[in-house]
Nanobody
Framework: QVHLVESGGGLVHPGGSLRLSCAASGRTFRDYHMNWYRQAPGKERELVAGITWSGGSTYYADSVKGRFTISRDNAKNTLYLQMTSLKPEDTAVYYC??????????????WGQGTQVTVSS
């Protein structure tokens, strides 16, 4: 079992930046690949970014390439998502998730409770 808790969400103006964090506890964090997903109202959940257990490989959805950066600190059991040049269409609940599959898919094994990101002027 992996327990995941996201933080760092909030309200930001278009063009602004936010950094999300996901603190992990329970089973060994470095055993898992880690992903960020998001779900906007009325839309399906989508995979935003993923990173392998070592941090050696990453994945980004086309919609966030060049704007978002996923990273992890295995010593701190923490996953990050640095988001820049935010757009209103980035508004969603963001979830971190842990899984054993790579490349990441539409589902993972363990999920956090989510953090709201709202991009609005």
């Amino acid at each position: 079992q992996v327990h995941l808790v996201e933080s760092g969400g909030g309200l930001v103006h278009p063009g602004g930046s936010l950094r999300l964090s996901c603190a992990a506890s329970g089973r060994t964090f470095r055993d898992y690949h880690m992903n960020w997903y998001r779900q906007a109202p009325g839309k399906e959940r989508e995979l935003v970014a993923g990173i392998t257990w070592s941090g050696g490989s990453t994945y980004y959805a086309d919609s966030v390439k060049g704007r978002f950066t996923i990273s992890r600190d295995n010593a701190k059991n923490t996953l990050y998502l640095q988001m820049t040049s935010l757009k209103p269409e980035d508004t969603a609940v963001y979830y971190c998730a842990a899984g054993l599959r790579w490349p990441p898919g539409t589902s993972s094994d363990y999920w956090g409770q989510g953090t709201q990101v709202t991009v609005s002027s």
